[in-house]
């Protein structure tokens, strides 16, 4: 089955950049996911990437594709306090169900 | 801001009880799931539906049962609680684009479910 892998924890400065990664399984997903969950809260879609992309930019956000590898990462320039959260990596898996990663929980320090 | 709605958001309630979780969105997707999550944990797909009349389990084992028989509306239901069912619940939906895969997933904030 598929499966979808992100490391538990990681601790940044304030201001540094963050960056988190996932890797996968199933080669054949259309769309790749990061979503952002704070805590007691449901998830929010922070940003998507198409599976012909390389790359895709968003302000502060930049997510890289590598697909030889089955590798994504979410990098977060200028983190801030705000963006403390878990972030999940997700990708359409068999019968388009999302499969989600464990979450990355992002904890950002002065 | 999504339109998907979950309630309650909180609910303590006593072993052997019958509950449902009520979950609706606006958005018209054909597409909805329900994912059990412990807090800081990952998330298990534990239900999903196609569009009206279509129920699927999903990857981790529940004793939750869902119904849809409207589109908009995707309710799960525990017929006798226990402390094991202790988690948070989250509903979402999504819209198929054919060969282009989903949309996104829109995710309620979910019900955090306590058995005592």
């Known amino acids: 089955g598929e499966d979808v892998e992100q490391s538990l924890f990681l601790s940044v400065r304030e201001g540094d950049s963050s960056v988190i990664n996932c890797t996968y399984t199933?080669?054949?997903?259309?769309?790749l996911y990061w979503y952002k969950q704070e805590p007691g809260a449901g998830l929010q879609l922070l940003t998507y990437i198409f599976s012909n992309m390389d790359m895709k930019q968003d302000q502060r956000l930049t997510v890289l594709l590598n697909k030889k590898d089955k590798h994504l990462s979410l990098r977060i320039a200028d983190t801030q306090t705000g963006d403390s959260a878990i972030y999940f990596c997700a990708l359409s898996g068999g019968y388009n169900k999302l499969i989600f990663g464990a979450g990355t929980r992002l904890a950002v320090h002065p | 801001e999504a339109d998907i709605y979950q309630t309650p958001r909180y609910l303590v309630i006593g072993t052997g009880k019958k509950i449902t979780l009520e979950c609706s969105q606006t958005?018209?997707?054909?597409?909805m799931y329900w994912y059990q999550q412990d807090p800081g944990m990952e998330l298990h797909l534990i239900h999903y539906s196609y569009g009206v009349n279509s129920t699927e389990k999903g990857d981790l084992s529940s004793e939750s049962t869902v119904s849809r028989i409207r589109t908009e509306h995707f309710p799960l239901t525990l017929e006798s609680a226990r402390p094991s069912h202790t988690s948070q619940y989250l509903c979402?939906?999504?819209?198929?684009?054919?060969?282009?895969?989903?949309?996104?997933?829109?995710f309620g904030q979910g019900t955090r479910l306590t058995v005592v």
């Open positions: 199933d080669s054949s997903s259309t769309y």
């Open positions: 958005m018209g997707h054909d597409k």
């Open positions: 979402a939906s999504s819209e198929y684009r054919g060969t282009q895969g989903d949309t996104e997933a829109f």
